[in-house]
């Protein structure tokens, strides 16, 4: 019979917890970036199909953070119930981040009330837009102040531990740790992204649906075209991740790579199979590619798993999430920048059916890619929960019934998923695009 082990089931619930909570987070950052430039675009234009995009996308936007506020508030009291241990150490050097991240939701959701109630209630249609720069700048700020905490897991800096006990704090060199940049960096622009072709996943199965008003065709224009953006940013602060993995982390990147002994002129390994010998079989090897990524030169040296104790090692499945991440983003990238290019060549139609089905499918890949890049961090970090100083398990709550606090818990993110695609389905299927255009007298 299965053993009962807290440290499992709280590891457990804490994945599903934030496996869920990153989609809506993702959205929550996102999303109204989308929006302000939608607007934007439609004002300056004087394009009213440009502003009943920012209008319907702030619509279900509104329930995606209904639901992000649930998730968000279930990991804070996770945090607080499954891992006691770790928020005694850390709860005293991070607090910081945590009460601004709330004070942003709080900031982006007063000014996201106004803006919804405020439509057509101004004279000048760029006082309404102002309302949603605060909604943005909210957005990235929440983002970013809760990357901090994970960053400062993976980077532990701002205090001193003297005899299990944490003096000299400072929560500034706590936030702003070695691991901030690259991962806020890359946290926000996957976010963009990924709300980018959701959005466009939207618009290209409206036109494969035989729906060929304009409106469809400009909103998928301004989502690859952000899209295209981001995909390119991305894929820079990719390089950037890698070469701080080398120096802070090099046993995360090795266990990314499968890279077992350190050498020179690494190979950067994709897909295979790992064998008990630890060797790799069937696998795509790029000559030099791996010590490129991690410190910008072919003969660089790149160190191995070799140079680690067995116990400090993360797992090595984490090489299948980093392979699934990188694989959809440069999918992502390469789509993105094909349909920005056919835009600008006349005699190439980029709202073909191939394309379409491309971007369609762009949509949920995209998320995938967010939760195999979380599944790859939050793995990779392992034995650790803070690097170098707490274990996973000395972290962890002893108390039993955690099982039963799992169960319940995806039961509760069941009923949230069913109501908000429900809600969501319902809100716009009774309100098509083509009747509101129609009752706006728009053409």
């Known amino acids: 019979m299965f053993e009962y082990d807290p440290v499992i089931y709280s590891r457990i619930l804490t994945a599903v917890t934030l496996g869920f909570h990153v989609i809506f ?132 800096h701002g205090f001193e531990m003297v005899n299990g006990v944490v003096t000299d704090i400072n929560p500034l060199a706590a936030m702003f740790n070695p691991a901030t940049p690259t991962k806020m960096a890359h946290v926000l622009s996957s976010a963009y992204l990924t709300s980018a072709f959701i959005l466009a996943a939207i618009a290209a199965i409206s036109l494969l649906r035989g729906k060929n008003h304009v409106y469809h065709k400009k909103a998928l224009n301004l989502t690859m075209t952000v899209a295209a953006v981001f995909a390119i940013a991305t894929a820079l602060i990719g390089d950037l991740s890698g070469k701080f993995l080398a120096e802070y982390q090099p046993e995360k990147l090795a266990a990314a790579e499968w890279h077992f002994e350190t050498s020179t002129e690494a190979p950067l390994i994709l897909g295979g199979v790992l064998t008990e010998e630890n060797e790799v079989k069937y696998a795509m090897e790029i000559p030099y590619a791996l010590s490129i990524l991690a410190h910008g030169t072919p003969s660089a040296e790149v160190i191995g798993l070799e140079e680690f104790p067995e116990e400090d090692l993360p797992p090595l499945i984490v090489h299948y999430f980093f392979d699934i991440m990188v694989g959809i983003g440069m999918f992502l990238a390469l789509i993105s920048i094909i349909f920005v290019m056919m835009r600008r060549v006349t005699k190439w139609n980029e709202h073909n059916k191939p394309l379409l089905w491309t971007i369609f499918a762009g949509g949920p890949l995209a998320m995938l890619a967010i939760e195999m890049g979380w599944f790859f961090n939050e793995m990779g970090r392992q034995p650790w929960i803070l690097v170098g100083y707490m274990r996973t398990a000395e972290g962890a709550t002893t108390s039993a019934h955690v099982d039963l606090m799992l169960y319940m818990f995806i039961l509760l993110y069941l009923v949230l998923a069913i109501s908000c695609i429900t809600v969501l389905r319902r809100m716009f299927k009774s309100n098509p695009v083509e009747q509101e255009l129609k009752d706006r007298g728009i053409e």
């Open 25 to 156: 987070a993702t959205i929550g950052v996102g999303i109204p970036l989308l929006i302000a430039l939608a607007e934007w675009i439609g004002i300056k234009r004087n394009d009213e199909h440009y502003r009943l995009l920012a209008r319907r996308w702030a619509r279900g936007f509104v329930i995606t953070v209904a639901v992000g506020v649930v998730t968000g508030t279930a990991i804070g009291l996770q945090l607080s119930l499954l891992w006691p241990n770790f928020m005694q150490v850390a709860g005293h050097v991070i607090s910081l981040p945590m009460f601004l991240e709330t004070f942003a939701f709080f900031f982006e959701a007063i000014f996201l009330g106004i803006y919804l109630y405020t439509w057509d209630r101004f004279k000048k249609k760029i006082h309404h837009w102002l309302l949603v720069i605060p909604v943005a700048i909210g957005a990235t700020a929440s983002g970013f102040f809760i990357t901090t905490v994970n960053s400062f897991m993976n980077t532990p």
